[in-house]
């Protein structure tokens, strides 16, 4: 696990259910949201700022949470809760947390995490480990921002290791005058940034368009093919993406870049030559070359055995696919 930043932020949006009132866990008559549920909210969205910066089979359990209920909040309205670090030791992490309603602050305190090998709470079951899944993928999509979280679930829980295959995806487009969601009707693409902002509260993200949007990706993307060869791909990903898609960075500067790689694990200033490395290139061209070969027409793009799933929207459907998969391989 690369070690995350201190004073790193991370921010969730819920909404809160009727299943989450106090009323719902036996406290008649009191119908606003729980504290327990509240403290689970917090608990999760320092659990989810962290997650990016834990290797493959790793992540952190909650071990202690000193919280102060300030006010109600009411299912149905959205909370905003923040998580930010505030120190690490040996393997606990400490956060200052915060849930706000409308501009009000319900619940503060702190919560402390520990680094853990998943394995250790994991139900015994035979795992299939089947040929890994393939993920083409550009930062200029918010759709695979969105999707990787979930995608590294799915590939834990069936035994799939990920191939990350950086692409070039407005040069794919244009090589087989594919799509393009934005320049569609002003109908559709309405309701398309609605589905985004739908989506990233199911994930449980934060999702804006960059002011510059769209920025080059060109840099990013030869630099995770460093951070690939390096064995911190995921981290470095990971970062760019949410650099790019929840905090408004410009991830074609060198030196943002740099500072990604840092808390990746990875050297800066290599990383910052692989930007401009003829290799890495090569390795992009590559990528789209192959891309094209298989069938791929858009970002997000997952193939596992052959079988071809696009859009963040088919994860559910290519994790169906896997336990079928792994039924048989049994």
């Given amino acids: 696990m690369s070690t995350p930043i201190i004073g790193h932020r991370h921010h969730c949006a819920f909404v809160p259910g009727l299943q989450q009132t106090a009323a719902a866990i036996g406290n008649a008559g009191v119908q606003v949201v729980s504290t327990p549920a509240l403290i689970a909210l917090l608990e999760e969205t320092a659990g989810s700022g962290v997650q990016a910066f834990c290797v493959p089979g790793w992540g952190t359990v909650g071990t202690k949470v000193d919280i102060a209920h300030l006010s109600p ?3 149905g309205i959205e909370v905003q809760c923040e998580a930010v670090l505030e120190s690490t030791k040996g393997r606990t992490l400490s956060f200052a947390v915060s849930a706000s309603q409308q501009g009000r602050l319900v619940m503060r305190g702190h919560h402390e995490r520990v680094r853990v090998d998943l394995s250790r709470f994991s139900l015994p079951q ?4 089947g040929e890994p899944i393939e993920f083409f993928f550009d930062f200029h999509s918010p ?17 799939r290791a990920i191939h990350w295959r950086p692409m070039h995806l407005a040069n794919l487009i244009d090589h087989i005058g594919g799509r393009r969601p934005l320049e569609a009707s002003p109908a559709f693409v309405r309701w398309f940034q609605q589905d985004l902002q739908d989506w990233a509260r199911l994930r449980r993200l934060t999702l804006s368009y960059h002011p510059q949007f769209p920025l080059r990706p060109s840099r990013a993307l030869r630099c995770s093919l460093y951070a690939i060869e390096k064995g911190k791909g995921v981290e470095f990903i990971f970062n760019v993406m949410r650099a ?7 991830i074609s500067d060198l030196e943002i870049l740099g500072d990604l790689a840092i808390a990746a694990g990875l050297d800066r200033s290599a990383t910052i030559q692989a930007a401009s490395d003829e290799r890495f290139k090569l390795a992009l061209e590559a990528n789209n070359d192959q891309a094209v ?10 193939i596992a055995d052959s079988k071809l799933f696009w859009g963040n929207d088919r994860l559910e459907m290519m994790g169906d696919y896997l336990a079928q998969s792994n039924g048989q391989n049994n």
């Fill in 244 to 250: 790019y898609w929840s905090e408004n960075r410009d």
């Fill in 126 to 129: 035979p795992i299939s480990a």
């Fill in 293 to 302: 070969q298989v069938g791929v027409f858009g970002a997000p793009t997952f």
């Fill in 73 to 75: 909040a009411w299912p």
């Fill in 143 to 159: 759709w695979c921002y969105l999707a990787m979280p979930r995608l590294r679930e799915i590939a834990a829980a069936h035994g």
